[in-house]
């Protein structure tokens, strides 16, 4: 019996004609290894603490403008691209985020939905111009082969989601596609992970999965991927054991992760002292009589006691806590 037998031929087409392009689009290794070894106190070259740092915000500001996992992913390749060809400067590398954020949010979002830089700027609380922007964005998409198809793990988590669905739709219990995207979010926000292979990502984290679930027709399915892809034995143990690392890491409470980051709103000093002013002038509030009331005075009297202000106090604020890490992956790794 041939290998994945049962999946569309064209699926798996796609999956050898993405495999044979995926070196294309990743970062060049010297230049990881190269931020790899570069002290975070060394202001000369980005290290792999500036380069992560910048991830873990790309990811909150993905979540807050409601951006897609399609976008995230091409933001974090179209970073750590730019970073492993050009020589770089770490106060340049928070521009240089938002602006891969904002390419790739043109690329996969509607237009409609895809916020002003100023607005990235603002929310991000950088310290650069719109026009500081408009320059880097230039010079990313000069420098790097910037296309909508450009192939990362993302490509290859759906294409193997596909094909598993295909086969095992209801007959197997198997984890949702939202799960994994959680999971390879995770694992993007450390640099490691940016020398692996993506079909090799990819597949790791569907490995480790199905080996949760103890599914040794799952199981077989991974194998049928290796042989398929021409993936090898210790290539994908190597990478299997670092995702599991990654998980259990992200799990334990010593995990330093960005929990308690909180959106803050920036506010003009007039507005400041209008807010602050307002909230000491106690409104006046006519007296309620303590005698008996008809339904004709009840219309005037709720009149009367509205103080014809808004209170600062009455709506949310964005400064509330929030888990950095989504829900759905804090279930995955549970």
Same mark, same amino acid.
């Given at each position: 019996?041939?290998?994945?037998q049962g999946?569309?031929?064209?699926?798996?087409?796609?999956?050898?004609?993405?495999?044979?392009?995926?070196?294309?689009?990743?970062?060049?290794?010297?230049?990881?290894?190269?931020?790899?070894?570069?002290?975070?106190?060394?202001?000369?070259?980005?290290?792999a603490?500036?380069?992560?740092?910048?991830?873990?915000?790309?990811?909150?500001?993905?979540?807050f403008?409601?951006?897609?996992?399609?976008t995230?992913?091409?933001?974090? &390749?179209?970073?750590?691209?730019?970073?492993? &060809?050009?020589?770089?400067?770490?106060?340049?590398?928070?521009?240089i985020?938002?602006?891969?954020?904002?390419?790739?949010?043109?690329?996969?979002?509607?237009?409609? &939905?895809?916020?002003?830089s100023?607005?990235?700027?603002?929310?991000?609380?950088?310290?650069?111009?719109?026009?500081?922007?408009?320059?880097?964005?230039?010079?990313?998409?000069?420098?790097?082969?910037?296309?909508?198809?450009?192939?990362?793990?993302?490509?290859?988590?759906?294409?193997?989601?596909?094909?598993?669905?295909?086969?095992?739709?209801?007959?197997?219990?198997?984890p949702?596609?939202?799960?994994?995207?959680?999971?390879?979010?995770?694992?993007?926000?450390?640099?490691?992970?940016?020398?692996?292979?993506?079909?090799?990502?990819?597949?790791?984290?569907?490995?480790?999965?199905?080996?949760?679930?103890?599914?040794?027709t799952?199981?077989?399915?991974?194998?049928?991927?290796?042989?398929?892809?021409?993936i090898?034995?210790?290539?994908?143990?190597?990478?299997?054991?670092?995702?599991?690392?990654c998980?259990?890491?992200?799990?334990?409470?010593?995990?330093?992760k960005?929990? &308690?980051?909180?959106?803050?709103?920036?506010?003009?000093?007039?507005?400041?002292?209008?807010?602050?002013?307002?909230?000491?002038?106690?409104?006046?509030?006519?007296?309620?009589?303590?005698?008996?009331?008809?339904?004709?005075?009840?219309?005037?009297?709720?009149?009367?006691?509205?103080?014809?202000?808004?209170?600062?106090?009455?709506?949310?604020?964005?400064?509330g806590?929030?888990?950095?890490?989504?829900?759905?992956?804090?279930?995955?790794?549970?």
């Open positions: 019996m041939r290998d994945l999946v569309d031929g064209l699926l798996l087409k796609e999956l050898k004609s993405c495999c044979a392009e995926e070196d294309n689009f990743l970062p060049r290794e010297t230049g990881l290894k190269l931020m790899e070894s570069t002290s975070p106190e060394v202001h000369s070259g980005v290290s603490k500036c380069r992560d740092s910048r991830v873990e915000e790309l990811w909150s500001l993905t979540s403008f409601g951006y897609s996992t399609q995230f992913v091409q933001a974090v &390749n179209l970073l750590d691209r730019f970073l492993t &060809n050009m020589k770089v400067q770490p106060k340049h590398v928070p521009c985020g938002v602006c891969c954020l904002h390419i790739a949010a043109k690329m996969f979002e509607e237009e409609s &939905n895809v916020s002003p100023h607005e990235l700027i603002r929310i991000s609380h950088s310290k650069f111009t719109v026009s500081d922007c408009s320059r880097m964005e230039k010079i990313i998409l000069e420098k790097l082969c910037v296309e909508p198809k450009a192939v990362t793990a993302l490509t290859f988590l759906h294409l193997y989601y596909s094909a598993v669905n295909s086969l095992f739709a209801g007959r197997e219990e198997i949702s596609i939202g799960r994994l995207e959680a999971q390879l979010k995770a694992c993007l926000c450390r640099l490691v992970f940016s020398k692996a292979k993506p079909s090799v990502l990819a597949l790791s984290l569907i490995a480790q999965e199905f080996e949760a679930l103890r599914s040794a799952l199981l077989k399915i991974v194998q049928q991927f290796q042989r398929h892809l021409m090898g034995d210790s290539e994908l143990l190597h990478w299997k054991e670092l995702v599991t690392k998980m259990t890491d992200y799990c334990s409470s010593e995990c330093n960005p929990d &308690n980051k909180k959106l803050v709103w920036i506010l003009s000093r007039r507005t400041a002292q209008s807010l602050q002013s307002r909230h000491f002038i106690a409104p006046g509030l006519p007296t309620i009589p303590e005698m008996s009331w008809d339904e004709s005075e009840s219309e005037d009297s709720c009149e009367d006691m509205s103080c014809g202000e808004e209170s600062p106090c009455g709506s949310l604020g964005s400064d806590e929030g888990a950095f890490f989504p829900s759905t992956f804090l279930d995955c790794v549970a």
